[in-house]
């Protein structure tokens, strides 16, 4: 059986729309279950924009296996979303494929997806397997069309239930990692934002699921499948994009949305230290303000 494909969505009905859209361009979306879960409003003015998110799910018609969807009464926010319909997902299926609605994907997301899920289930290092490909240059006589990173990437991916099972969502060594310097260096090798993402939501800022997986990541030193080619782009990102007016955005990525000829996946991909210091360059100071003064000026 193919991984289902779990959906969180909450009051951008064409947003939604864009995702399953290409979501349903792949060869296996046919074969595959489509288990939407749509978040309750926050305030009264989501209600309309939370009815048409609803009303389009409804009237999906065959282009999944099966669609199911989970109407939330109340707003448990992205977090909270993804760490109990995750879970539930994964306590049925075993492994699971997860999008939110800003995302947009290629025509073999789907293929691609299954493929690592499965070929990579029993490899022990690797924690999940990701969509999203960061614009990093394949090193010369690297055998491959994936890389190993100690950071997820939350755009597009997938996990099983046995790596689901493992993560304290709770972080309850907070205190002693956050006294200890050396371990907060050594988690801030995968990008100089992590220890204050975490920090953030220790102190209430936010509500990140993401960062807590990836924290767990590093406790427990996994892995992350990363492609070269993105099978991902957020929408507004990507070089493709339509409706991105900026010439410089670090989340540009290579994005082929017809797909790609063949997945060639190495049986125990290397830790390849250039890869690492490309990937860590993403997420440093410098590149995260120049992206940002780039933003500002529409550069």
Known sequence: MFAPIVVFAFNRPDSLRATIESLATNDLASQSDLIIYSDGP???QDLDNITAVRRYIMQLGEEFRRIIPHFATTNKGLGQSIIDGAGEVLRQYGKAI???DDLVCAKDFLSYMNQTLDFYENDPRIISVCGCGLKIKR???YMGDVYLL???SSWGWGTWLNRWEQIDW???DWESFSADKKAKKAFNRNG???YDLLKAYMSGKNNSWAIRFCYNQFRQNKYAVIPFISRIINRGFGDDATNCKQKYNRFKV???AEGCDGLQLPKHPPIDPQIERACRNYHTISIRMYSK???LLNL
Do not use: C, T
Request: glycine content about 4%.
């Open 42 to 44: 926050r305030h009264v």
């Open 98 to 100: 997860i999008i939110e």
């Open 139 to 141: 090193p010369e006589n």
């Open 150 to 152: 100690g950071r997820s």
């Open 170 to 172: 709770q972080i309850s």
């Open 192 to 194: 100089s934002d992590l």
């Open 254 to 256: 290579e994005f082929r």
């Open 293 to 295: 003064l780039r933003k």
